[in-house]
């Protein structure tokens, strides 16, 4: 495990050597496995919308054994309640005497991975709402404070709706990324066939390449990448465009998204060895960082518009 990291050729360095012990065990997915590294650089939360069978659970198990954290899974159903995520007071005996304790509950990981969100009641799903944005849980009148780091990665199935509770715009606005899992070509199909029909990959074989104390320290370095004032503007005038462009969206994104736009490139051009932030990075980030954040108006759906397509648009 690597001791210390100083420059932006050791975070690209450490961070290739975590993509390549990820391809031991994940096929393809490059990007997926990218946009979740950078939000976890960036102490933030992601939103991964993909269909069953796309890996994005082992995905993220196996980047929590590379990075030497906790991890913990909690699979969205119509009657999980608040107390099974967060933990609940439970009655214990002490010195011959009777007193309640708090029992935490898989929330308290560094890794949460909250399969199926959407599954999930709003009375469910708006008690992780604190812990993504406060980084703590409040019991009664207790509060309880997350170990660092804290990262959330939920995950919904973009085409089955029935029995679902869709996120409300505000609990979408916790998320920095919306990432989209797609299905594998068809050359990496075939590895994936090849690889674990023919010998079992076990995630216990991966060894820690980070851990806690530098996934710290990197996103205390992802804050000191300087951002040159022009593309600040570039970042800001184009999240502005999402509130000008009524003809296409409804509403437009928050302060919060050109927080998350420049904070999201300023992780990109860490991890690919760079100290500076360029108009590709904005662009390249742009897409996940927004597509959950407008709402585009009737116009724009009856032209069989996405928001992928609006974002794109804008950034012509």
Request: charged content about 25%; some cysteine; hydrophobic content about 40%.
């Amino acid at each position: 495990m690597i001791s210390n990291l100083k420059s932006s050729e050791d975070v690209k360095s450490i961070i290739d050597e975590v993509l390549s012990h990820i391809g031991y065990i994940v096929v393809g997915q490059e990007e997926v496995i990218k946009q979740t590294i950078i939000s976890i650089l960036c102490g933030a939360n992601a939103l991964l919308e993909g269909y069953p069978g796309l890996a994005k659970t082992l995905t993220v198990n196996s980047l929590s054994k590379l990075m030497d954290l906790k991890f913990s899974r909690i699979q969205g159903t119509p009657d999980l309640m608040p107390s099974d995520i967060i933990g609940t007071h439970i009655l214990e005996e002490k010195n011959g005497k009777r007193e309640f304790s708090f029992q935490q509950g898989p929330l308290f990981s560094n890794i949460v991975l909250m399969d199926e969100i959407n599954r999930a009641t709003p009375k469910t799903q708006s008690a992780l709402l604190e812990a993504m944005q406060e980084k703590q849980v409040t019991v009664g009148t207790q509060v309880f404070k997350m170990d660092k780091p804290f990262f959330v990665l939920a995950t919904q199935n973009p085409v089955e709706q029935e029995g679902t509770y869709p996120l409300p715009e505000a609990q979408c606005d916790r998320f920095l990324f919306k990432i989209r899992s797609q299905y594998p070509k068809f050359d990496e199909e075939v590895e994936i066939v090849n690889r674990f029909t023919e010998e079992e990959r076990e995630i216990d074989s991966l060894k820690p390449v980070l851990g806690k104390e530098n996934i710290i320290n990197l996103q205390k370095m992802v804050r000191q990448v300087p951002v040159a004032n022009d593309i600040k503007h570039y970042a800001v005038d184009l999240v502005n465009k999402t509130r000008n462009h009524k003809e296409l969206i409804e509403f437009g994104a928050s302060p919060r998204a050109s927080l998350g736009l420049l904070m999201a490139s300023k992780a990109k051009a860490l991890i690919e060895g760079r100290n500076y932030v360029n108009k590709e990075d904005i662009n390249e980030m742009a897409l996940p960082v927004l597509r959950h954040r407008i709402i585009l108006n009737f116009e724009a759906e009856r032209n069989n518009f996405d928001a992928d397509a609006v974002i794109k648009y804008l950034l012509k």
